[in-house]
């Protein structure tokens, strides 16, 4: 959520940012409406004093002996306006809430504008591999070993489901376990094991409502969400919180199944697991003070980058324009891994700085040093890693010229000495 005060002084800019991210949202309607809103509110607070003043003549009438009926008949007109403007301010302020939390974040200054043709090559690391044979995409190497069956998950659930068996199941769960110990014991995050269904307070904390509604699923009875990402229970963990001075940064790990519709990603990438509604992952989340935010965001990427190094999987880091930026970020560096057998850069992380936009719609703050007025947090967040497409990377960067896949030595001591799958 943008500082209602810096949407009004600023508007331009706030205009910019929706066309930068293009987004849809009216901000003329908003304007309009707080104008309204802060007439109306000069009307109650006059009409306030008119009351006080009025109870206060009443009051020595009465004590004076005198008649004070036609006072008494004003202030009840009085106190009917007052009733009517307030109810009119309480329409106002759900409409004013509504249009403002369609406003995306502010772009950094840094981020590149434009679509996603415009985002901007950081670095990279680790070279493509080199087969004397044409290597395999995953659904074919899986499958002929029997460890993928597309066709069993379709059968349940229908498209965009997996089910995965024997030793490439427990590679998923290898990484997944070796990615926990390396966040919590090596690069001191809190490991936290948070709820899967959140209501709706928690989707619109973390910015995916109202935008992303269509994107989700939910239940029918109570109407829960099921969680994109572990982003969103972690997150939500301080809502409505204030930290002591001292008492951040602070630093999540959490793993999760993650749930989307991906309602308008109907069509593409439907081969195998590289697009699914519901995968695995890895979640980071920092709070942190503005002075610390940008030092965060980088100690972000590279304790994903570490996970990547040590399974010799290429990568690239990329910072992305502000058409390709999420709603809620302010800045964001996808992290790719590029595949053999699909021969693609697969996104395999994002780690977003959304400055206060989140802080704010949460109301997670912080107060300094002195006791001080509380300010809104900067929360960060970043995959590390997320499944499946890391595991996609391994099978077809790892296979052999007779259909097996070599277990990357990092991983070997979590599939309990398994050093070839097949």
């Not at 994903?304 to 800045?331: C, H, M, N, Q, Y």
Request: a negative charge; hydrophobic letters at 40%.
């Amino acid at each position: 959520m943008l500082d209602r005060k810096f949407v009004r002084q600023e508007p331009e800019l706030v205009r910019k940012a929706i066309a930068d991210k293009n987004e849809s949202a009216d901000l003329d309607r908003f304007l309009e409406l707080e104008s309204t809103r802060r007439s109306r509110l000069v009307e109650v607070e006059e009409l306030k004093a008119r009351r006080n003043e009025a109870s206060e003549a009443i009051g020595k009438a009465k004590k004076a002996g005198e008649d004070a009926a036609a006072a008494v008949e004003a202030m009840r007109e009085v106190n009917a306006q007052i009733k009517e403007l307030d109810a009119g301010l309480a329409t106002l302020d759900e409409q004013l809430v509504d249009l403002e939390s369609r406003f995306p974040n502010l772009p950094d200054d840094d981020v590149p504008r434009g679509g996603e043709d415009q985002n901007e090559l950081v670095s990279s690391n680790g070279a493509r591999p080199d087969f004397d044979f044409d290597p395999l995409p995953h659904w074919d190497l899986a499958g002929n070993l029997g460890l993928m069956h597309t066709a069993a998950a379709a059968e349940m659930s229908g498209s965009g489901f997996s089910l995965l068996t024997g030793d490439v199941a427990r590679l998923e769960r290898a990484l997944i376990n070796w990615f926990l110990d390396v966040h919590v014991q090596e690069q001191g995050y809190t490991e936290i094991n948070a709820p899967y269904l959140v209501r709706d307070a928690a989707v619109f904390g973390t910015g995916q409502l109202p935008k992303l509604a269509d994107d989700m699923y939910q239940t029918t009875v109570d109407q829960l969400w099921l969680i994109p990402t572990a982003e969103v229970s972690i997150t939500n963990f301080h809502r409505e919180h204030i930290f002591e001075a001292g008492e951040i940064p602070r630093k999540y790990v959490g793993f999760s199944p993650c749930f989307r519709r991906e309602a308008g990603s109907a069509g593409k990438d439907t081969r195998g697991i590289l697009r699914v509604h519901q995968f695995h992952k890895v979640e980071m989340v920092r709070f942190t003070t503005p002075d610390r935010s940008e030092q965060e965001l980088e100690e972000l990427v590279d304790d994903a980058t570490v996970l990547l190094d040590r399974l010799e999987l290429p990568w690239r880091k990329l910072k992305l324009a502000s058409g390709d930026l999420s709603f809620a970020a302010a800045k964001c560096y996808d992290l790719e891994v590029y595949s053999a057998g699909v021969d693609s850069w697969l996104e395999v992380s994002s780690c977003s700085n959304f400055r206060d936009f989140q802080g704010r719609r949460a109301n997670i703050r912080f107060r300094s040093e002195g006791k001080g007025k509380p300010q809104y947090v900067h929360t960060l967040n970043g995959s590390g890693l997320a499944l499946p497409r890391v595991l996609i990377a391994i099978l077809e960067n790892y296979q052999t010229s007779d259909g097996t896949i070599i277990v990357p030595e990092v991983l070997r001591p979590y599939m309990g000495s398994v050093r070839q799958i097949g």
